[in-house]
């Protein structure tokens, strides 16, 4: 056992008849950190947490949850996560306010200290203004905060979040990150799995990529993208006119073919290092070609997951 770990998964195995839906998952979730697990829908991702939350029994491996084995000691571990699924926990039929004093009631908070309680998650989040609405009446961004507030009514030491923003406007996706910052920086250790490549870059410290059943690779999100080993070079020219002869020195000096943007002045092409972006700049400037701007950026994760996998994201849905 490693204290410094929140979760610990050695070769964690999940069957649905012929399925094999997490097939040898290994994971080492360092405490206080955010954690992602990413991968389209049917890789697996919602059954490893639903193992780790002790909702399924594995069929084979094992895992450590804040020192505690999921299957022997499963109640330890309920008392400790909190888990917010992809679908609302909450009652509509309840309004925000109340839902969340029925859960402080339910989790030991006594009356006084559960309306409180609930009052103090509603500003934090909020959903202040909203508080005495019929949740059925709520936004999907506004629901999913909720739904949050109602994980943390006592706070966790280790959160489960499985696709927190699946469904959401830019504006709530914004508003559910902020609050995953703010659970993190006071010390929760947050488990991410999400099927956005962009939610993972935001948020996570670390990732597992993971696709049908297995982690394929692990690592921040800046060496997953250096795994790839080239980034994109993106010149924006003075003068429209002369990128033909821009495209034509940038694809000899590089060796690749060049992209022609939208932009009439724009065109990028691949590059291995930053060595031969510096060297296509050089080229570019003994030629007297104008150059408005330009910018080396490294492989977006959506071109790590492609690398890696060799597919795009899928519409299947996972086994439950």
């Known amino acids: 056992m490693n204290a410094t770990l929140a979760v610990e998964a050695t070769d964690l195995q999940k069957r649905f008849g012929r399925t094999r839906a997490v097939d ?3 994971l080492a979730v360092p405490r206080g950190t955010v954690y992602g697990v990413l991968g389209p829908n049917g890789a697996g991702k919602t059954t490893t947490i639903r193992m780790l939350a002790t909702l399924l029994p594995p069929d084979g491996g094992s895992a450590r949850v804040l020192g505690h084995d999921v299957v022997h000691d499963a ?31 339910l989790l030991g908070f006594r009356g006084r200290a559960a309306r409180e309680r609930a009052d103090e998650l509603l500003a934090a989040f909020g959903l202040e203004d909203a508080a005495g609405r019929l949740v059925k009446n709520y936004s999907g961004g506004m629901r999913r905060r909720l739904d949050i507030a109602a994980s943390i009514v006592v706070t966790p030491e280790l959160m489960f979040l499985d696709e927190p923003t699946t469904g959401l406007d830019p504006r709530s996706r914004n508003q559910v990150w902020d609050i995953v910052r ?30 049908r059943g297995r982690v394929i690779a692990e690592g921040t999100p800046a060496q997953l993208k250096a795994s790839v ?42 590059v291995d290092h930053a060595d ?18 330009f910018a080396l950026s490294q492989p977006s994760l959506d071109e790590v997951f492609l690398a890696l996998t060799g597919h795009a994201a899928t519409d299947e849905e996972e086994p439950s």
């Open 276 to 293: 031969a972006a510096s060297e296509a700049i050089a080229e570019l400037a003994r030629a007297e070609v104008g150059l408005a701007s």
């Open 182 to 211: 703010a659970l993190a920086a006071l010390g929760t250790t947050v488990l991410l799995c999400t099927q956005y490549l962009d939610e993972a870059d935001q948020l996570a410290e670390r990732i597992a990529v993971i696709d």
């Open 75 to 105: 109640d330890a571990v309920r008392g400790l996560v909190s888990l917010t699924g992809q679908m609302a926990s909450v009652d509509d039929e309840l309004t925000g306010r109340e839902n969340l004093i029925l859960l402080a009631r």
């Open 229 to 270: 080993g080239e980034g994109a070079l993106h010149v924006r020219l003075l003068d429209p006119d002369s990128r033909p002869e821009a495209a034509d020195l940038l694809s000899r000096v590089v060796g690749r073919d060049v992209e022609l943007e939208a932009d009439p002045a724009a065109l990028s092409v691949r």
């Open 24 to 26: 040898g998952v290994n």
